[in-house]
């Protein structure tokens, strides 16, 4: 944790600042200038107390509902990773997600509700911009050292439908395929909305639903995924990897996919990745872009603007 960080931090039960002890780090770990690697946080109105463990602000007692995803991003830490591929697909993918160019991020306060292993936090802070980087699950591990390098990234362990951080603050909220996996995806959005300061953006993207068969068919093979071990379907999950010249037939992958769909992308680990991460997750719901579009307009959102991929929006709010 860099002390940066403490600045925006706030108690979640009270919204009181945060004071920060350092307890040094363990045996054989090393602490850089300016962080903190092992200690606590401390509410002085409340007298909660958080611990701060590998560097990270762990604001949740454990991973809750998303142990999936714990397993998930730390096993597939750099799938998606720029810097590590050596390509530039998650920068792509980001930039579909805002209606300004990149180069805009430079100075501006973002946070990243539901950061994973860091895939999108890294183009943020590549761009100048300073990111906080929050996640339920696990996935911070791999998140922190995936950014390590970034002086202007920040992570931290908490829920955000209770985020610890100081209201009104960020340029940008972005949350990219995350909200469909908490268990209310409108509350968890709306939760997220008093973080964005005035004349700031919100982006999402969620989940489509207009596709019934796929639809249907997932949820059924989610039903029983859930019976068994994320570590058993990890390994079917390899399935995907030779049946996709199958399913690249036209007329039996169109037959194929209506059964069981796996993930079509061109990398084989990727691959692998999307299709356990189609069945594992505890929640997974599905929406249209009237249901979305409602949630910006109910909430006092301007300037909404239809995106891609799903079900993806951006908007402005108000000052």
């Not at 709306?190 to 068919?217: Q, W």
Request: hydrophobic share 40%; glycine share 8%; net charge neutral.
């Amino acid at each position: 944790m860099r002390h940066e960080l403490q600045a925006l931090l706030r108690c979640p039960d009270c919204d009181h600042e945060l004071e920060l002890s350092r307890t040094g780090p363990p045996p054989g770990a090393t602490e850089g200038p300016g962080q903190v690697r092992e200690g606590a946080l401390r509410c002085g109105g409340c007298d909660r107390r958080v611990p701060v463990v590998d560097g990270i602000p762990r604001f949740v007692p454990s991973d809750d509902y998303a142990g999936s995803f714990s397993f998930e991003w730390n096993r597939f830490a750099v799938t998606q990773l720029d810097s590590a591929r050596g390509w530039t697909l998650s920068e792509e993918r980001f930039q579909q997600s805002l209606d300004f160019p990149l180069h805009e991020l430079k100075g501006k306060l973002v946070l990243d509700a539901g950061c994973g292993m860091g895939r999108f936090a890294e183009i943020v802070a590549k761009y100048g911009g300073t990111v906080v980087g929050a996640d339920i699950s696990y996935a911070v591990d791999a998140a922190a050292r995936n950014l390590a390098p970034r002086t202007n990234a920040h992570v931290i362990q908490a829920d955000l439908r209770q985020l610890p951080l100081r209201k009104g603050s960020f340029d940008l909220v972005y949350s990219l395929g995350v909200l469909h996996h908490t268990p209310d995806a409108r509350r968890t959005f709306e939760a997220l909305l008093p973080y964005v300061k005035p004349g700031g953006k919100v982006s999402v993207t969620l989940y489509s639903g207009y596709n019934p068969a796929y639809v249907i068919s997932t949820r059924f093979w989610r039903k029983l995924a859930a019976k068994i071990s994320s570590k058993v379907v990890y390994y079917a999950s390899h399935l995907a990897i030779p049946a996709y010249y199958l399913y690249r037939v036209p007329l039996v992958g169109l037959v194929a996919m209506a059964v069981f769909p796996i993930s079509m992308h061109p990398d084989p680990e990727w691959r692998l990745l999307d299709t356990f991460d189609c069945y594992t997750p505890k929640y997974q719901s599905y929406h249209t872009h009237v249901e979305v579009y409602r949630w910006f307009r109910e909430n006092g959102l301007t300037d909404i603007v239809v995106l891609e991929p799903a079900v993806s929006f951006i908007a402005t709010r108000p000052v």
